[in-house]
């Protein structure tokens, strides 16, 4: 079983800066497609970042291109997602999702328990 386990949230001013992790555990696979997603009170759940094995990745071009910086440490199983440049507007709470199957076709089969992160103004 695979587990995913969020940290690195908590309080920041607009303008600062956080670094959230995801450490996988469990009955993992070398082949990955690891993504973190947020979700605002009231709203639905949004696409953050994704990377692969491979190291290739993809931003939410809308929000957080720019800002956010998706990287893996594979020796850790470790996804991180480096947070600069933080508005109000990316209060949420942050998951840790992962695919293991190495298909183009992604489906994460694994989440995390989430990590709020609070950006005052």
């Known amino acids: 079983q695979v587990q995913l386990v969020e940290s690195g949230g908590g309080l920041v001013q607009a303008g600062g800066s956080l670094r959230l992790s995801c450490a996988a555990s469990g009955r993992t696979f070398s082949r990955y497609t690891m993504a973190w997603f947020r979700q605002a009170p009231g709203k639905e759940r949004e696409f953050v970042a994704k990377?692969?094995?491979?190291?290739?990745?993809?931003y939410n071009p809308g929000s957080v291109k720019g800002r956010f910086t998706i990287s893996a440490d594979n020796a850790k199983n470790t996804v991180y997602l480096q947070m600069n440049s933080l508005k109000p507007e990316d209060t949420a709470i942050y998951y840790c999702?992962?695919?293991?199957?190495?298909?183009?076709?992604?489906?994460?089969?694994?989440w995390g328990q989430g990590t709020q992160v609070t950006v005052s103004s």
């Open positions: 990377i692969t094995w491979g190291g290739g990745t993809t």
């Open positions: 999702a992962a695919d293991f199957r190495g298909s183009p076709i992604i489906k994460y089969d694994y």
